[in-house]
């Protein structure tokens, strides 16, 4: 009962802040635009401030970032009233022509659902099945494919072992594996660790909630997928 309780005061908060941040995400160019990021709280962190991972990306590649994530967001939110108003990635996708979209999520498919972080093989496999080609995160990024943009999904970092989501690192590594093997069979499709720039040792990386990055973490996000952003497509804007 205790452990319910404190998995819906956590679900509020979470709620209560992705909607406070709902009228702040960017507004959409008419048609699209150069780069579009979707997805969850770790792309939308210290976006107040103007310090979250996509500012970090515009500074470093001196072209516009449209950024859409919200915290709170599922991967898959698609029976959730929740869903209409950004709490599903991909319903932040506003369509339209994008040179790039930047994405990340699960996370929180994992820690709001029935398993909250604990028996999640059935959500994982919901996402993205052993064989990589099914559930609903290839059938999205092949949508996304399809429309002409390239596509970098962003893999989360291990954490410091004090945040939230803690249980749920076995599900995910899956999941990031699976995504990974998916976009390596496509083409314009791309897959990025930040574990590769965030190290869990360094306190400085991590907000005080110990779970999201601090401005120093999202920067060093941001100028690891802006590299890898220059190294397929040099064009400026």
């Not at 009228?23 to 990021?37: H, Q, S």
Request: proline share 5%.
């Amino acid at each position: 009962m205790i452990k319910n309780l404190k998995f819906r005061a956590r679900l509020l908060v979470v709620l209560f802040v992705g909607l406070s941040f709902a009228a702040c995400t960017d507004a959409t160019p008419k048609g699209g635009g150069d780069i579009l990021v979707i997805g969850d709280s770790v792309l939308a962190w210290n976006g107040r401030s103007d310090q979250a991972i996509p500012d970090a990306m515009e500074q470093q590649l001196g072209r516009q970032v449209i950024n859409k994530a919200l915290p709170g967001a599922k991967f898959d939110n698609s029976n959730s009233l929740l869903g209409a108003v950004g709490f599903d990635i991909q319903r932040q996708y506003p369509g339209g022509s994008w040179n790039w979209v930047v994405l990340n999520g699960g996370a929180n498919d994992l820690g709001f659902s029935d398993c909250k972080c604990g028996a999640c093989r059935p959500v994982v496999d919901d996402l993205i099945g052993p064989d990589t080609m099914t559930g609903s995160i290839p059938g999205f990024l092949t949508k996304l494919r399809a429309s002409g943009a390239q596509i970098l999904w962003m893999g989360y970092y291990k954490g410091n072992g004090k945040g939230s989501f803690e249980g749920c690192r076995d599900d995910l590594v899956l999941l990031e594996r699976r995504i990974a093997r998916f976009a390596a069979r496509m083409e314009g499709i791309t897959f990025l660790d930040s574990e590769s720039v965030i190290d869990p040792t360094d306190p400085t990386v991590f907000a005080g909630d110990n779970t999201h990055p601090s401005p120093k973490g999202s920067a060093l996000i941001g100028a690891y997928l802006s590299k890898a952003i220059s190294a397929r497509d040099a064009r400026s804007q």
